[in-house]
């Protein structure tokens, strides 16, 4: 497994951007697919988006489709999540989750073994 801290998240107002970032440790970051969710309060925790271990694939959620990217830089062993013409909607606490294996399509939580701590993303309207 490795683990995961992310960072960035903060207070924007509606319209406005923010760029997250999933710092990982360990050797084998490139093999893993992935992920950001989100969990609103008293809501679910949601896919957001993966992305391959080569960075040359990414999937979305239809409701972020278009105005957030994934992207990872392996060198790095940094994943991040830029988001831009945010909404009220998107208030959530961010996690970045890794797995091994393949498939960016495969996005159940349970299928992702490492989880960070969670930043917190406000919009205000």
């Known amino acids: 497994q490795v683990q995961l801290v992310e960072s960035g998240g903060g207070l924007v107002q509606a319209g406005g951007s923010l760029r997250l970032s999933c710092a990982a440790s360990?050797?084998?970051?490139?093999?893993?697919?992935m992920g950001w969710f989100r969990q609103a309060p008293g809501k679910e925790r949601e896919f957001v988006a993966t992305?391959?271990?080569?960075?040359?694939?990414?999937f979305y959620a239809d409701s972020v489709k278009g105005r957030f990217t994934i992207s990872r830089d392996n060198a790095k062993n940094t994943v991040y999540l830029q988001m831009n013409s945010l909404k009220p909607e998107d208030t959530a606490v961010y996690y970045c989750?890794?797995?091994?294996?393949?498939?960016?399509?495969?996005?159940?939580?349970?299928?992702?073994?490492?989880w960070g701590q969670g930043t917190q993303v406000t919009v205000s309207s």
């Open positions: 992305i391959s271990g080569s960075g040359g694939a990414t």
């Open positions: 360990g050797r084998t970051f490139s093999t893993y697919v």
């Open positions: 989750a890794g797995r091994s294996g393949f498939g960016i399509t495969v996005v159940a939580g349970e299928r992702f073994g490492s």
